[in-house]
Structures are given as structure tokens and as C-alpha cells.
Nanobody
Framework: QVQLVESGGGLVQPGGSLRLSCAASGRIFSPYAVAWYRQAPGSQRERVAVLSPGGRGTYADSVKGRFTISRDNAKKMVYLEMNNLKPEDTAVYYC?????WGQGTQVTVSS
């Protein structure tokens, strides 16, 4: 079974930046795609970024140009670099690899 643990969430002001990390353990990591999802209060879980095994990243329209997903297979790490954060980015962010999910990390964008 794969275990994922997110870190790096916190409180940031609008326009600020934050880097989320996801540490993976277990037998499955690659060649699967990796993704970040988020869920805001009262909202459906939304996929914000996905990275293919070949390294192609795709993004939700709401974050395109601001977020960057990356991975380090040797370290079994997945990252989400978030720039120019907006209040509407406030959510719990989850790492996803294959069928595994992390516990989530809270990102709050507020003045």
C-alpha cells in the first residue's frame, strides 16, 4: 500500500507563494501520474494539477500560470509550487498517486 504525507500548507497573504510537498512511501510511485487536488468548504474536490509519467503537467484553468507541479522519483516526492495566491485558493490540498491519497494540508490565503 502506498502512503502519502503532505506538508507545507499554512497561512499566506494574497499574492504570496507557497510550496507544498508530498512524501510517498510504498511499492507504487512511478510510472503513474501524480496529481494535486483541493477541496474548499462546501465544494467538490477539484483536481488542480496532474503530472504525467513523461513529465507533462496540466492544470485547472483557475490555477494555470500560477501553479507548477513537479516530482522527484528518486526521493519519492511530489511538489506543488503555488504563486500569486488568491483567497479563492483557500482549501485543503491533497496529493494523489494512483489510488493513494494523503491526509491533506490546509492552505489559507487571507489578509
Amino acid at each position: 500500500q502506498v502512503q502519502l504525507v503532505e506538508s507545507g500548507g499554512g497561512l499566506v497573504q494574497p499574492g504570496g507563494s507557497l510550496r507544498l510537498s508530498c512524501a510517498a512511501s510504498g511499492r507504487i510511485f512511478s510510472p503513474y501520474a501524480v496529481a494535486w487536488y483541493r477541496q474548499a468548504p462546501g465544494s467538490q474536490r477539484e483536481r488542480v494539477a496532474v503530472l504525467s509519467p513523461g513529465g507533462r503537467g496540466t492544470y485547472a484553468d483557475s490555477v494555470k500560470g500560477r501553479f507548477t507541479i513537479s516530482r522527484d522519483n528518486a526521493k519519492k516526492m511530489v511538489y506543488l509550487e503555488m504563486n500569486n495566491l488568491k483567497p479563492e485558493d483557500t482549501a485543503v490540498y491533497y496529493c494523489n498517486v494512483n489510488v493513494a491519497w494523503g491526509q491533506g494540508t490546509q492552505v489559507t490565503v487571507s489578509s
